[in-house]
């Protein structure tokens, strides 16, 4: 069924605002999207309600808080189609996701003269964490780079892969060029020669479905609030014989079992990776945004998205001297660009008292940026929320962007 | 008044000419491309500011007791900015650049352009000119 855009766009209280006593056109989705009411009801249901610290409480509201942060693992277990909710770890976002696996795996199998394999196209967050895990385990950083389109080839992959590597981190959409990776065939590959593999799926979740059962990876990652959630939540997912096999990442509450002075014997999974009072409220709300997305269906919103992609591509291309950079086959809502003659930032500043929010600079992948050359690119990105109208208007800005430069 | 004062009023004034964002704009844009660039002698790794949105040259030298800056960007709008910072900045005793207070940015409506978030470099860029200038008090006073 299609999606009724109008009807829910009213779900989104933020897309009623003007700036600059314009209508606000928000596509800057990708950095991270708006939060429908339901979303923003239920952290004040939590907080109103049955805010107490979960797991050790004896009392009426703490367990209520903890039942209600168990189902949200639920709901991603069944979002992600995880085999186990143990193998559903919340973290901080995705950021502290790949760090937390980097450590973790890093300390128990990444060892003096191994290999880890990075795309070129990694957000900053899937390429730093593992500059330091390289670092301190002897290790050696290994780039996968990408083609001109901006597409990771698979037969490139396989000549990089040695007996010495231990883990491939490589995300499933990348968050400046929209490139949808072949992650199920990578995992296969990296299998064939039993090496781990870590996907960043940040930008993915909100677009595709994802089932970590069929695509078979070790490690999946993805933020809270790029995914119609709120920030400062995200989740790990992690192979339960991965996890239980890696030291925790972080000591103290709630990830222990018993602590004496002198020893502590640790937690079971997932509580194992859980140090600390654990972001409850936001991990329950998380799983409102879930099921919104659920409802309105994964599917209806890719073949939304891929026409507000077709629309916007062939009407930006009509701008004299617009040039697109990431030209993959398969791309989620994302246009990076630039227009011949001018800096992304003052485009993006221009544009911005117009009332339309854009993303310009290297958007945390400078590997990307030096790839192709340049400085950076100006990033419209949309959501399911976002209209044609809406493309019609950043038309209509860079137009008038290109006039006020003449 | 001082020497920084009045050209900061003539700034001022200058943009209160302009009453929406396009014109003001507009101006910005002329003055950015006015601005004669550096050579690219000047521009290297000593010089360069870097914002993550755009980057930022700033050279400094001593002329009859007086800071003379010049300075560069590689994005239109913020040399705009980067050529009022210099006029208004440059050719200055070192002392009245140091305890200076700069209030014309505000005052023209382009202070989200110098937000430390914005991360264009001009934040730094203005640190920059204070620390030159303190440099030069140093070597004046020692």
């Known amino acids: 069924m299609a999606l009724i855009i109008d009807k829910i766009r009213e779900d989104f209280p933020i897309l009623k605002e003007t700036i600059y006593n314009k209508p606000l056109v928000y596509l800057d989705n990708a950095a991270?999207?708006?939060?429908?009411?339901?979303?923003?009801?239920?952290?004040?249901?939590?907080?109103?309600?049955?805010?107490?610290?979960?797991?050790?409480?004896?009392?009426?509201?703490?367990?209520?808080?903890?039942?209600?942060?168990?189902?949200?693992r639920l709901t991603v277990q069944k979002f992600i189609n995880a085999q186990h909710s143990h193998e559903v770890i919340f973290a901080r976002g995705a950021t502290e996701g790949i760090n937390l696996v980097a450590h973790s795996f890093g300390e128990k199998f990444i060892h003096a003269g191994d290999e880890i394999i990075v795309s070129e196209m990694e957000h900053h967050s899937n390429l730093v964490p593992w500059q330091m895990v390289?670092?301190?385990?002897?290790?050696?950083?290994?780039?996968?780079?990408?083609?001109?389109?901006?597409e990771l080839e698979l037969n490139e992959l396989e000549k990089l892969i040695s007996d010495k590597t231990r883990i491939i981190a490589v995300n499933q959409v990348s968050n400046s060029l929209g490139t949808i990776n072949p992650v199920k065939e990578i995992t296969a590959l990296a299998h064939r020669h039993?090496?781990?593999?870590l996907i960043d799926g940040a930008q993915a979740v909100q677009h595709?479905?994802?089932?970590?059962?069929?695509?078979?990876?070790?490690?999946?990652?993805?933020?809270?609030?790029?995914i119609y959630g709120p920030t400062g939540i995200g989740v790990v997912y992690g192979k339960e014989g991965w996890l239980n096999q890696m030291p925790p990442y972080q000591g103290g509450g709630e990830m222990i079992e018993s602590v004496s002075f002198e020893k502590t014997t640790y937690n079971q999974l997932p509580f194992k990776f859980e140090a600390g009072t654990p972001n409850y409220a936001d991990s329950?709300?998380?799983?409102?945004?879930?099921?919104?997305?659920?409802?309105?269906?994964?599917?209806?919103?890719?073949?939304?998205?891929?026409?507000l992609l077709?629309?916007?591509?062939?009407?930006?291309?009509?701008?004299?001297?617009?040039?697109?950079?990431?030209?993959?086959?398969?791309?989620?809502?994302?246009?990076?660009?630039?227009?011949?003659?001018?800096?992304?930032?003052?485009?993006?500043?221009?544009?911005?008292?117009?009332g339309i929010a854009v993303r310009t600079g290297t958007h945390c992948t400078e590997p990307v940026m030096i790839h192709y050359g340049i400085s950076g690119t100006v990033r419209a990105s949309f959501a399911f929320y976002n209209t044609r109208d809406e493309i019609d208007r950043l038309h209509q800005g860079l137009l008038k962007v290109i006039e006020l430069f003449a | 008044m001082s020497e920084l004062n009045k050209r900061q009023d003539a700034v001022i004034e200058e943009f209160s000419v302009f009453d929406d964002w396009m014109d003001k704009y507009s101006y910005l844009i002329d003055l950015g491309k006015e601005l004669h660039p550096i050579s690219d002698k000047i521009k290297n790794e000593q010089t360069l500011i870097k914002g993550c949105q755009s980057k930022v040259w700033l050279d400094a030298k001593m002329e009859e007791g007086k800071v003379i800056f010049t300075a560069d960007s590689d994005a239109i709008i913020t040399k705009g900015i980067v050529a009022l910072l210099v006029r208004v900045m440059s050719g200055l005793k070192p002392e009245d650049i140091i305890n200076g207070e700069l209030y014309f940015i505000d005052r023209i409506g382009l202070h989200e352009n110098l937000s430390p978030t914005r991360s264009n470099g001009l934040v730094a860029m203005v640190k920059q000119m204070k620390m030159f200038a303190l440099a030069y008090h140093t070597k004046l006073n020692s």
């Open chain 1, 32 to 72: 991270t999207t708006q939060k429908p009411q339901v979303v923003l009801d239920k952290l004040i249901e939590v907080y109103t309600k049955y805010n107490a610290n979960i797991h050790r409480g004896v009392h009426y509201l703490s367990n209520k808080a903890t039942t209600e942060t168990e189902n949200a």
């Open chain 1, 208 to 226: 595709l479905k994802v089932d970590v059962q069929e695509l078979d990876c070790d490690f999946y990652v993805f933020s809270g609030h790029k």
């Open chain 1, 310 to 354: 077709d629309y916007a591509e062939a009407k930006l291309l009509t701008i004299p001297g617009l040039e697109i950079v990431g030209t993959a086959k398969k791309k989620t809502s994302v246009v990076s660009f630039n227009i011949k003659g001018l800096h992304a930032y003052d485009v993006g500043t221009l544009l911005d008292k117009m």
């Open chain 1, 134 to 150: 390289a670092e301190k385990r002897g290790a050696r950083l290994v780039k996968w780079a990408f083609n001109q389109a901006g």
């Open chain 1, 194 to 197: 039993q090496v781990a593999v």
């Open chain 1, 284 to 307: 329950i709300a998380l799983a409102t945004a879930i099921d919104y997305l659920t409802a309105l269906g994964l599917d209806d919103i890719a073949t939304y998205e891929k026409e």
